[in-house]
């Protein structure tokens, strides 16, 4: 499938043109933030021909392509009449980026406080 089709097609299966309030990529995904995600038939967009399956996360409706993205992007771009601004992508990639090292935090402040608690014993062994 041509990314033109496959752009028309992901945009009608998410509600039209009229459901989507913002379009964003990252590396591997199409983000939306639609108006209505009852809307959005994610079943019929992972039966795509080039779509690797659909997520909701973060408030957003993502379409999972792989590298192909940016050039589907392009043409979801044009269709909502969106400028194919790298600087959004750019943004999107530092916040899935952080989302990934906040969740790394979080386990190793985990594993520190489990690792304190055996250091009082450990002479004792």
Not at 53 to 58: A, D, I, S, W
Not at 75 to 83: D, M, R, S, Y
């Amino acid at each position: 499938m041509k990314n033109e089709e496959l752009a028309q097609k992901i945009i009608d299966l998410s509600g039209g043109k009229e459901n989507i309030d913002k379009a964003i990529h990252c590396i591997t995904r199409l983000r939306f933030n639609l108006k209505d995600e009852s809307k959005a038939d994610s079943k019929a967009i992972e039966e795509l021909d080039g779509v690797l399956g659909t997520r909701y996360q973060n408030g957003q409706f993502q379409v999972i392509i792989g590298n192909n993205v940016k050039y589907v992007y392009a043409e979801v771009a044009k269709i909502l009449g969106l400028e194919n601004d790298d600087i959004e992508q750019d943004k999107e990639e530092k916040i899935v980026k952080k989302e990934k090292k906040d969740k790394q935090n979080v386990l190793n402040k985990i594993l520190d406080v489990i690792a304190s608690s055996f250091q009082p014993i450990l002479p004792a062994i």
